[in-house]
């Protein structure tokens, strides 16, 4: 059996102390010799002006000369150049004549004896001079000027010189300061990497390279593994990211890195906090509506973003359809239920009375009713989906003890093929619905709604009116906005957006009246012409 051994790995943590320790080192010690070679060049150059400067200091020292025109001149000029030496802190200060003869020297032994280096710039081309040479005393930095007397005759030359062991002392010094200095600053800039690190690792939640990728993959991974669509924004209302059903039923509205235009959705952005836990939340996008879910992105209890996921009501009504058939069929059966047990305990206390005539014309007056009803409705109705909209709303009205009309001179023969039936039922249901809500919630007992259709035209035309409250004058031109409701509660305000939206995907419109029950009145207009253009900005009162 062959045992593979697993590649050690170099922590973050040490991985960034080295590097920030290895660029601090590198920096410092660029530094440091950059430092030392403009430190050279800057004493070179000091320390020759010094040199000059002693030079014809001495040159022009009016004793010295005077002493050229004495017997011995040494005896005179020796002591002050030794004054000048120790005061200037040179090396050594020379005057020689002009035959190289030292008259002064630090070691008395070389006086009278020829001068180690070259005069001939200064005789013969009558000029300073500064430069590295070798003497007696060794490698110095020396500088030579001539001395002339009040004639203007060269007589002599001065000679001051740096020895180069007391330079590089000096450099030594300043560079064991710029070292020392150096190492201080290497020191902060390794625990100042120390703490960096440790920062940063901190922020990595104590996780290597390898493990943030690995995350970073596998919540790529959940993400687009998610069915609803998943949507993640931040603060200022920008998509950040969103998985692959949300890009696929989403793109029209929302895209990564765009804000968000949806007043709904900025509006919970601006309220959520980190305490929020919103589910079944309706939003109307685009043409559609939606049950989203939301809750906030925390970091260090801060909230910084908004993650939604959106479900289209459609699809959940499509998975539950077969549920929502039997409860309505639940729903019908009771409402019948319930009426024809009053009914059945009327004509039992009718018959025990013995009041055989006026049970017979109770039971006549029901079935006629009845017969009425589907008879007008399967004559006036060629659509089943409308025909069965319509019964069912006639249904649930009595449930609800509302007086739903339906206009006997009304008629609507077959539906063209390019409107989709099922959102005209969608938009009948709910005006219907907001009808007779309206209805019940102002007049009880005596709710009533009226229901008008016509074919007549380029038209199909729905006027749906109740005796309710009405609209109030200051919201009937926000009305049909999402959100905008004149009813109590959470979750209101969709219906008339819905169907709005719904009638533009048909290319008809819809206007608000004044019934002549008290109530509203709803107009909804649906060209039957395919290439007929939708009427925009009707006036209500048409």
Do not use: W
């Not at 922590?11 to 440091?32: A, N, R, W």
């Amino acid at each position: 059996m062959i045992l593979t051994r697993k590649k050690a790995r170099v922590s973050l943590f040490t991985q960034m102390v080295l590097l920030i320790s290895i660029v601090v080192l590198i920096s410092m010690g660029i530094g440091t010799a950059l430092f030392s070679f403009i430190l050279d060049d800057i004493l070179d150059r000091y320390i020759g002006q010094q040199a000059m400067t002693v030079a014809k200091m001495a040159a022009m020292d009016d004793d010295i000369i005077a002493a050229f025109g004495t017997a011995h001149p040494s005896d005179l000029i020796q002591p002050i150049a030794e004054s000048i030496r120790i005061s200037t802190g040179a090396s050594y200060v020379v005057i020689g004549n002009k035959d190289g003869i030292r008259y002064s020297h630090y070691d008395p032994d070389q006086i009278g004896h020829r001068m180690g280096t070259s005069n001939d710039p200064v005789f013969l081309e009558n000029r300073s001079v500064i430069y590295r040479g070798a003497g007696i005393s060794g490698p110095a930095i020396k500088a030579k000027t001539p001395i002339v007397n009040s004639k203007g005759e060269t007589i002599g030359v001065s000679s001051v010189g740096f020895v180069m062991s007391e330079v590089e002392n000096r450099v030594a010094e300043y560079k064991s300061r710029v070292v020392t200095f150096s190492m201080l600053l290497l020191v902060i800039g390794i625990v100042g990497a120390f703490i960096i690190a440790r920062r940063v690792k901190r922020l990595f939640y104590g996780l290597e390279p390898e493990e943030i990728s690995f995350l970073f993959t596998e919540k790529a991974a959940i993400l687009e593994s998610i069915r609803d669509a998943t949507v993640a924004v931040d603060m200022q209302g920008r998509v950040v990211s969103m998985n692959k059903r949300a890009r696929a039923l989403l793109q029209e509205d929302l895209t990564i890195g765009n804000p968000i235009s949806s007043p709904q959705i900025r509006d919970i952005i601006h309220s959520v906090n980190r305490h929020t836990q919103e589910t079944n939340h309706k939003i109307l996008l685009g043409h559609e509506i939606f049950i989203t879910d939301y809750s906030p992105i925390l970091s260090n209890n801060e909230v910084r973003g908004v993650v939604f996921t959106f479900r289209p009501e459609s699809e959940i009504e499509q998975l539950t359809e077969e549920i929502t058939k039997i409860s309505s069929f639940s729903d019908n059966m009771r409402a019948q239920n319930h009426e024809y047990l009053n009914r059945l305990n009327t004509i039992y206390g009718l018959l025990k009375l013995k009041e055989y005539d006026k049970a017979l014309e109770l039971i006549t007056d029901e079935v006629k009713e009845r017969q009425d009803i589907l008879a007008f409705i399967m004559s006036s109705v060629k659509e089943p989906f409308i025909a069965a909209c319509l019964l069912g709303k006639i249904n649930r009205s009595k449930e609800l003890k509302v007086s739903l009309e339906l206009d006997q001179d009304s008629y609507l023969g077959d539906v063209p093929d390019h409107i989709d039936t099922k959102v005209l039922v969608t938009i009948l249901g709910n005006l219907i619905d907001n009808a007779m809500e309206a209805a019940l919630s102002h007049k009880r007992a005596e709710a009533m709604v009226h229901v008008s259709f016509t074919d007549l035209g380029k038209d199909i035309i729905f006027d749906i009116e109740d005796n309710g409250q009405g609209v109030p004058p200051d919201m009937e031109s926000r009305i049909f906005e999402s959100g905008v409701t004149t009813k109590p509660g959470e979750n209101r305000g969709l219906g008339l957006a819905i169907v709005k939206n719904s009638l533009e995907l048909l290319g008809g419109h819809i206007t608000l009246g004044k019934s002549n029950l008290g109530g509203a009145r709803f107009t909804i207009a649906v060209p039957m012409d395919k290439e007929q253009k939708k009427v925009e900005g009707a006036n209500p009162d048409d």
